[in-house]
């Protein structure tokens, strides 16, 4: 997840929004199986992005080296391997960065509707009505692929370390085997392309922007708020029984959520924590917050990361197959562009839970602390 600021105001660019939706919807390809005809790799520079995430796409032009001090870990996971990911998952991925995925991906405009901490705000540069842009998406096919290679494999390794699986989804093998370690070195090389993925997707917003507002770089001040993981393994030094250990934290569902002071958190941020982005639904909102003190101790430096569905993809097709979702969003405001219906239907606001409610308690029980509201404007969905 990723989230932009801009030097915009929502009236300024309100005018424009259906051109600048309409553009990304353009550039910007989405959905299963999507792909970028204008950026196909060869498998040698592929796994160059599995190995320096961001930084490549950065070093090919696709942003700024300033990007890079505000994603999570400088947007390169450490250990990653390339050998570990297979010639498949190498070809899915060729011609991906730059793309969003399916469901629950997408691309919003939205502005700060509300600010509930004046000093983070200001440590964030987010100001009221001031435009902002979100990026959801991650490692695409490859991740995918990476994922269902190694399937087969730790089902193998459960039966080899007499693990028990109460379901096979949930099939594993030991941190300290071989398998896990693969697993690890492969995992770290899909979280690099991720990276990569979201930095190429920020260099096309930008660029949309300025050609359609008619803007310089310097005018449209698109700057990278934060880029933060979630679905993802990650090794980190934690304390247990009262002394540091060096831990492996699972984030399914969640993200990370450090502290003021923490060494991790960028330096601009230090002081109020590391920024947390929690998305909501294309209707209504999503939110800012910053990690605290209490995650790191109760929670290993994890808060919630969305809302979570009241309905299944299923159930919401049914429910909505009636309805224009997207007549029903213009009316609220929103300008919303997908590449199917079945998509906008499933991901419509009444499929997910009010994300307001479930920030409040992450708020209310110190997880995370709110910092600002952002509400939709424009939509592209994968």
Not at 149 to 160: P, Q, S
Not at 216 to 233: F, K, M, T, W
Request: aromatic share 6%.
């Amino acid at each position: 997840m990723r989230l932009l600021r801009s030097g915009l105001s929502r009236e300024a660019v309100k005018p424009r929004m259906k051109d600048l939706v309409e553009s990304l919807f353009r550039n910007v390809p989405s959905g299963v199986g999507s792909h970028r005809k204008d950026l196909r790799l060869e498998a040698k520079e592929l796994r160059e992005v599995l190995l320096k995430g961001a930084s490549w796409a950065i070093s090919q032009g696709f942003g700024l080296g300033a990007d890079l001090d505000a994603i999570e870990a400088g947007g390169r996971i450490g250990g990653a391997d390339p050998e570990e990911v297979s010639d498949r998952a190498v070809e899915r991925g060729r011609n991906q960065l730059g793309t969003l995925g399916s469901g629950n991906h997408f691309v919003e405009i939205g502005y700060v509707a509300d600010i509930y901490d004046e000093k983070a705000a200001r440590a964030l540069r987010l100001e009221q009505d001031a435009i902002t842009v979100i990026i959801h998406t991650g490692s695409r096919g490859l991740g995918y692929q990476v994922c269902d290679d190694f399937i087969a494999a730790m089902l193998r390794a459960a039966d080899k370390y007499g693990i028990l699986l109460p379901d096979r989804q949930l099939c594993c093998a030991p941190l300290v085997s071989e398998e896990g370690e693969r697993y690890l070195r492969a995992m770290s090389a899909a979280a690099n392309f991720a990276f990569a993925n979201r930095q190429v997707i920020t260099a096309f917003v930008r660029r949309i922007f300025e050609e359609v507002l008619g803007l310089s770089p310097r005018e449209a001040g698109l700057s990278v708020v934060y880029d933060v993981c979630h679905n993802i393994a990650k090794m980190e030094e934690h304390e247990v029984d009262g002394r540091k250990r060096r831990l492996c934290v699972h984030r399914k569902g969640a993200t990370r959520a450090f502290p003021p002071g923490h060494p991790e958190t960028p330096a601009a941020y230090r002081a109020v924590g590391q920024p947390v982005l929690i998305p909501g639904d294309m209707g209504r909102y999503s939110y800012v917050l910053v990690g605290t003190e209490r995650a790191y101790k109760e929670t290993f430096g994890s808060t919630c990361h969305g809302a979570g569905r009241v309905l299944s993809r299923a159930a919401a097709r049914k429910a909505g197959r009636h309805r224009s979702l997207v007549r029903e969003l213009e009316d609220r405001g929103i300008v919303v562009r997908s590449e199917g219906r079945m998509t906008l239907l499933e991901e419509m606001p009444e499929a997910y839970k009010d994300v307001a409610r479930v920030v409040d308690v992450c708020d209310r029980a110190g997880l995370s602390k709110k910092v600002a509201r952002l509400v939709p404007a424009g939509v592209i969905k994968g």
